[in-house]
């Protein structure tokens, strides 16, 4: 027996001929509401986009989730990434919640000719998960956490943010190594590698992936893990996002963690490049301690610039201060700050308000660029010095070092075990410049163009895939260097029409590519055309 809605004709029609059952869900009403609004605020955007308002309203009914169109009320926020440094003008967003809610996007864009483009967290430091003109799938919604606390094991959607993943392992005492900003996602985070404090203990978020989901540009699924499909399985671990499909979930191996020591280690600025130096030599590359985590920062703190180490120890307050005897004594740092608690509160705490950014003028928000540069060797301190001096010459107080630490787990992974190459170092060098307003934009990039020419001297060559800068054309080797061979046959295997493309998509070297692009020789480990499927 169907119950139609009041005033409705015994067809179920009412007046304006649509069917409006009494049971109809306030979303499908939404909907429906919005689809009447588009056909006025969004027809010169759609008209200009040669995609018919049916064929749109079509994909919105279709969908779990819901589109945003320019015109909407919400379009405007929602076309924003986390950087506003790099604005675009998508044709269309879709905030997906469910596996064919992507497939519905995918088989929109191959009909409508619209380049594809995968957000999770929005926090791609280039911009790259948006693009004007693209249809942008939002997976953020995609985000359920399933935890097996028996196996130690977390299935998660790739949209879940760090923020909510570390609060459901904090009730297990369970763990894996996460980014520090709360907002940022598990898709696009764990594809570029995936750093974070505890990485020392652990390993890069990527060496903890037993199996990842992946819907391919067909709108088929594939499981990959070191089974089956081990190609693509050694590719999504660092080959980076919109490259190979839409990653749908991760299953993580889980480590149990209860409380940690934290601390925090000064050094006046001048005496920063003794403090890097013995760093360096005692607390990096080659010390293999699994029980440190720490990460470094030159910048502003309490008004004052400064060489700061701030981590996280697996232990009590004593086998804190023992883990970092040798940072306090002949390494000349000050112990100013420790703690004990959980790693959910001093992920964030540790470097909260580091840099110590000034609120925006009115109407004006903040706007980021950054480099990565790998170090591979012990700098002198008189390196060091030219480093730091350098520093001192910052644009405004909001530009920022950062030093992401290497050794223990990371440096013990295998070189090739993953698309994530980068074993062999002391540290993630990497530059943040920021700004607000047009005046001070000039300044901050000329500052940080300066500093990377700077850092060309001491650098091995590569660069965190990440951080990745949209002016790299050599970023296949800086990312991945002799393993690019390797993702090339991953790429056109799974993605044969490349479907999946962005300006640093794992794609061959142009032919008119500017000189000193290098070029990986070793070839592709593999050379399997079979994929399974599940």
């Known amino acids: 027996m169907r119950l139609e809605s009041r005033g409705a004709s015994r067809s179920g029609r009412p007046p304006g001929g649509v ?28 008209a200009t986009l040669k995609i018919p308002h049916d064929a749109i309203a079509k994909l919105e009914r279709e969908l779990e989730g819901t589109l945003a169109v320019p015109g909407d009320a919400a379009y405007k926020a929602d076309e924003k990434n986390w950087n506003p440094a790099f604005p675009e003008k998508p044709a269309l967003i879709a905030f997906c919640q469910v596996a064919l809610d992507v497939r519905h ?19 791609s ?20 956490v399933h935890i097996d ?32 900003c709360p907002e940022v996602c598990v898709g696009g985070y764990m594809q570029g590698g995936g750093y974070g404090f505890t990485s020392r203990m652990f390993g890069i978020n990527c060496d903890n992936v037993l199996q990842v989901d992946v819907m391919l540009a067909d709108g088929t699924i594939v499981t990959a893990n070191a089974a089956q499909n081990q190609d693509l399985f050694w590719a999504v671990r660092g080959g980076t996002g919109n490259n190979f499909g839409v990653l749908l979930t991760v299953t993580y191996q889980l480590y149990p963690l209860g409380d940690i020591w934290a601390f925090g280690v000064s050094w006046p600025i001048d005496n920063a490049p003794e403090g890097l130096h013995y760093l360096q030599q005692h607390y990096m590359k080659s010390n293999w301690s699994r029980l440190l985590g720490y990460q470094g920062v030159l910048g502003v703190d309490k008004g004052a610039q400064k060489l700061l180490a701030r981590g996280m120890v697996r232990g009590d307050a004593q086998a804190g201060r023992a883990e970092i005897a040798g940072m306090l004594g002949d390494g000349g740092g000050t112990l100013e700050l420790e703690g004990i608690g959980s790693y959910l509160h001093w992920n964030i705490a540790l470097l909260d308000n580091i840099p110590d950014i000034p609120g925006p003028p009115k109407g004006e928000v903040l706007k980021e660029n950054k480099f990565s540069t790998y170090i591979g060797r012990v700098l002198e301190v008189s ?3 030219r480093v730091v001096d350098y520093f001192n010459t910052a644009s405004n107080p909001a530009c920022t070092v950062g030093m992401e630490i290497y050794g223990g787990a990371i440096n013990t992974y295998p070189a090739m075990g993953n698309a994530f190459v980068h074993r062999d170092v002391y540290m993630d060098f990497f530059v943040d410049t920021f700004w607000y307003t047009q005046a001070q934009e000039g300044p901050a990039r000329a500052w940080l163009k300066g500093f990377r020419e700077l850092m060309e001297t001491y650098w091995n060559g590569h660069s965190y895939q990440n951080y990745p800068r949209r002016d790299d054309p050599n970023y296949r080797w800086q990312f991945w260097a002799e393993a690019f061979n390797s993702l090339l046959f991953v790429k056109q295997k799974y993605d044969p029409t490349n479907f999946f493309t962005f300006p640093q998509a794992v794609s061959p070297i142009p032919p008119d590519a500017p000189r000193g692009v290098q070029r990986a020789t070793a070839p592709s480990m593999f050379s399997d055309p079979v994929i399974v499927y599940r």
């Open 19 to 46: 069917t409006m059952p009494i049971f109809e869900s306030r979303k499908a009403r939404a909907k429906e509401v919005k689809i009447a609004e588009w056909k006025q605020s969004s027809a010169n955007v759609l």
């Open 105 to 123: 996007c995918l088989e929109f864009a191959n009909t409508w000719s619209l380049q594809f483009v995968c957000r999770s967290g929005g926090h």
């Open 125 to 144: 430091t280039a911009g790259f998960c948006l693009a004007t003109g693209a249809l942008v799938v939002d997976v953020s919604q995609i985000n359920d």
């Open 149 to 180: 606390a028996g196996a130690r094991r977390a299935t998660v959607g790739a949209g879940t943010s760090f923020g909510k993943l570390n609060h459901v392992l904090d009730l297990y005492g369970l763990h894996v190594p996460g980014g520090g």
């Open 383 to 385: 390196e060091w010095r």
